[in-house]
């Protein structure tokens, strides 16, 4: 039987495979570098399977080879084969995964077969053992590699996982360029749902000079049954639990009904009294923030788990692992689960054969059918898979309705009789019809898709900005790069041309924009066009508007009180929209329209219009769509992409909120994985694109801010194990295997970004304090109840009749800290360090004579993420804190 984790060598004897290696001849032989892996496979006790055998015995000869055999079938082993070659003949090969998590669980088997110092890790600016024989990366990684370097990289063997990649319309493109751009290597393309590649291996041999074995023939080791089901979800779940068929995934195309399912199967009992004490035991000390948390905290207390893109990725990760250790017996999702990612799966029960792809709802292809059905059975874990298929939901109803009547007339021992009386009792019912818009499938849908084979691949190539920057890095002219890898791409002769007009547009937006200049001559290594020499070192294109958000950045007038948040806005124009943040934003501002307009008698009609052109908030809109324009006329290309004015970060941040209170304002806890990516990209986009001249000390805080924010929110976005060395590996395992992502660094280790922190959340309360939100107020970290807040509002308004809190009220001047205060008798501190602040509130008749007066506890904001703050009195400042 073949395994895929091979022991791990101890510290002082080099595993076996690397050893047999070395004892190999300087240019080995096909039959020996064989030879040399079989010996080692037969000492660790695992009989290769004939597929596995002909792929690694065409690889050993210097073949491509594309290995299309189903899940379970021993890929990896394959891979360690291509891989054990290359070292054998002193070559560098790289292994390819479209996630970060599978490039890492691949970094550690490798790390366990060919030793510490053989293998790297490469997933984005920091790398771990970087120069090793053997570089465990992400395809995008690869392709920029491919792009700056080309046929003069240092490369003999690519091993690409999850090749159907290729035919990703976003992603496609890098599992595409190196097949193009490194001719001098030899290709493993592995996959289970790879479909005809008949015209793939013909090209691949005609560009690298190599035969292309194609190895399809094998058996899945692992058999699956299908099965169509017309009884309910919940009752199918219990059933599938309750006949020892779990862990069960039951797959959704909506995150709202993942989540939904997972709350209603709380109702029956999937785990024993045991299992539930051995998960409590698993997830002591993790850390659930509010909103989600709660929720998932309580779903995988039950056994159950929760799996979709909307999630932190703390959470993902969590259901994971108590997945891999078997402590789930269902997990309810939408098709993110495992890309590769080793978790066992009994049975995979879909929950519908139609998906919306962002465009409009359709039916699944064969090969996202057969993907998300070869998660089901998983080797050294179950000796077969199951895959259900449930019945649309009218046609689960019409079939309850059969099964109640058939019932119903059991006891009539006429056969003729009791059909009659059936079909009676039938037809007085009404049957369930389909929703509207609903895409048909049934029965016959299902049967077709189990038998269909995976559509052939379709190329998915584009071009961007950054792709383009990558290849003027190469020696020689980038013109004749560029015309040469866009004419010999997988598409068709149409979109190629179209592809070489955009080439040249934004070569020529490049130009235009000051990015890149021509030189007046050839340099010594050939390039006819440079880089300008005033950018920042970091400085990245990565988006498709960015040339024009540097242009939009000279509108903008420094000296304004807003340019740090204009420049902000102006990023966030170019930036895929988070579409579940901007739906809340837009339900929030038509509910606080209505409202207003309900109180000022406005006409139901005159509402209703008025509403139509309200929506969430777009700042700089009508400046930057006009300069638009403008700007796409000189790059028509451009006219595919639309502008984006929108305001998350801005929002945030004028709102005085941190994550989880914007999460809460805005009621998206099902999406903090939306809005965290977004933040995330809004940082990068943000540091690697606006230039220095550009960044203010007002800017350079807000960035800091939100990256702390980011950082605390979700620390395994961190990553902080890309800046460990080789040396380090075992700590790296250990962090990375545990079920909690590492620490983040101690939130007041960065005074300057904890004060704005804490400045931010004092002046939310004063907003709320001008919106008299005495309940609310009371709801914040504080010593003060509802009616303390009431009493203090009645103060401030006796004495003002107004208050401001626009953003001239959050100014420094009338934010005080004293960071070492006495500790006023009545007020009991468990943390050693802590802050006293207070917080002016602005009257408009310049008096200044009221402020929220509170403590910070520095400690409990350290454990927290988040600044721990207590309000204990509101009116004059407190005495003796020399405020």
Known sequence: MTSSAPAPASATTPPALLARLDALDASPDADAVFEAFTAWTDERGISLYPAQEEAVLELVQGHNVVLATPTGSGKSLVA???????????????????????????????????????????????????DAPIICCTAEILANRALREGSGMDIGTVVMDEFHYYADPSRGWAWQLPLLELPQARFLLMSATLGDTSRLTADLTERTGRETAVVAHAERPIPLSFEWSEVPLQEKVEELVSTRQAPVYVVHFSQLDAVETAQGLTSISVTTKEEKEAIAARIAGFRFSAGFGHTLNRLVRAGIGVHHAGMLPKYRRLVEKLAQDGLLKVICGTDTLGVGINVPIRTVLLTALSKFDGERTRLLQAREFHQIAGRAGRAGYDTSGTVVVQAPEHVIENAASARRAAAKFASVKDEAEREKRMKQSLKGAKKKSPPQGFVSWGRASFERLVAAEPEPLSSRMRLTHSMLLNILDRPGDPVIAVRRLLRGTHETPARQAALMRQALGIFRELLAAGIVEKLPEPDAEGRTVDLTVDLQADFALNQPLSPFALAALELLDPAEPDHALDVVSVIEATLDPPRQVLSAQAKKAKGEAVAAMKAEGMDYNDRMAALEEVTYPQPLAELLEQQFEVYRKDAPWLAEFELAPKSVVRDMFERAMGFGDYVRFYGIARSEGVLLRYLTDAVKALRHTVPQESRTDELQVLLDWLDEMVKQTDSSLLEEWEDLVAGDIEELRKDMESIAPPAPPRLTDNMPVFRVMVRNALFQRVRLFGDEQDARLAELSGDLSADDWADALDAYFDDHEDIDDSAAARGPELFRVATAPPVPAPLELTGARWWAVRQVLKDHDGDLDHGINAVVDLDASDEAGHPVIRVVSVGAPESGWGL
């Open 80 to 130: 360690i084969g291509a891989h054990a070659d290359a070292l054998a003949h002193e070559r560098v090969s790289y292994y390819t995964a479209p996630i970060k998590a599978l490039v890492s669980e691949k970094f550690f088997a490798l790390v366990d077969v060919f030793g510490a110092e053989n293998v790297g890790m490469v997933t984005g600016d920091s790398t771990v053992n970087g």
